[in-house]
């Protein structure tokens, strides 16, 4: 009689070809990938908090913009040292924590440079907004704020409006936080007090009288000028948390600002998500000295 064949010995092996032709060299890929948008993610959670404890939002003229250039450069070059840290540790491939630790060394100031300006670059490429890496200031319209519709002047969404809210509240979130948890909230965008705040300014009464005179009115109409009372507000989708939290900072004066999702749906597209990865991937695969050699 033949020798007795367990069939899963065949099967077995057939596994361990197709895990060592197809599975193990694309390991260090993931693992670099994982990595370098880890570190990129957490680089700017960090912008964000620098940005609101400077007292940046993402409405805050001019310095939202170079804070978040800075914020999208400094994450960069975290992806880029975790991508490097990752590269040495595989080749070495330490048995204990102290082994790891062993290849972090200092960054050398040309590879920060490169990362800071190609993920920089790759960012706006892709689509990114620098404005949105800062926090969301509860009194504007927030990080996040990718859809909007027109207001009911100040009275609360009717029906129809609120199922429109509804549905950009579902695939975006919250302008402010991105949060798509509870009910939605329709945002006035600028809020009502600020509203009546800038129609009884004086400055408003004597250019909103002037305009009931003809001549002035017809000018002004032919340049595309409005009356400043006339002031058009528009609904944001909102949780109710933020409302709760901005109704409390519209009523003392005061700005509030608030993280949001760091990886979030705003502004024109996610492609620079990934920002992260491209800058890690610049420096080349994981490749294991061992198998190269045996090629």
């Known amino acids: 009689m033949g020798r007795y064949k367990n069939p899963f010995d065949e099967v077995l092996a057939k596994a361990e070809v197709y895990y060592k032709d ?5 390991v260090p890929f993931l693992v670099q990938s994982s990595a370098s ?3 990129y993610t957490v680089g ?3 912008s964000q908090g620098i940005g609101s404890a400077l007292r940046i939002s993402c409405a805050s003229p001019v310095v939202n913009t170079l804070g978040g250039v800075a914020g999208v450069g400094f994450a960069s070059a975290v992806a880029g040292q975790a991508s ?3 590269a040495a540790a595989y080749r070495k491939k330490p048995k204990h924590l102290q ?3 062993d290849n972090m060394t200092s960054p050398e100031a040309k590879d920060v440079g490169l990362d800071m300006l190609l993920g920089i670059v790759a960012f706006k490429v892709v689509g990114g907004s620098f404005r949105t890496i800062m926090p969301s200031d509860l009194t504007k319209v927030g990080a996040i704020a990718r859809e909007s519709i ?3 002047g100040m009275q609360y969404a009717g029906e129809e409006k609120r199922k429109e809210l509804i549905r950009m509240f579902r695939r975006d979130g919250c302008h402010h936080c991105g949060t798509t948890k509870g009910p939605v909230i329709g945002d006035h965008m600028p809020p009502n007090k600020h509203v009546v705040q800038k129609t009884e300014a004086l400055a408003v009464r004597v250019v909103d009288q002037m305009y009931r005179n003809t001549s002035f009115r017809n000018a002004m109409q032919t340049l595309g000028i409005r009356p400043l009372s006339d002031i058009k507000q528009r609904y944001y989708p909102q949780c109710v948390r933020c409302s709760q939290k ?4 519209v009523r003392n004066d005061r700005s509030h600002r608030v993280f949001h999702r760091v990886l979030h749906g705003g502004g024109k597209g996610t492609g620079w ?3 992260g990865v491209w800058v890690g991937a610049s420096h080349g695969p994981l490749i294991d000295q061992k198998q190269k050699s045996r090629k």
């Open 44 to 46: 700017l959670a960090l």
């Open 273 to 275: 998500h990934y920002v």
């Open 22 to 26: 197809f599975i193990q060299p694309i």
């Open 99 to 101: 082994g790891f630790l």
């Open 246 to 249: 901005q109704a409390a900072a």
């Open 37 to 39: 948008m880890g570190a």
């Open 150 to 152: 027109p207001a009911a």
């Open 84 to 86: 490097l840290i990752c």
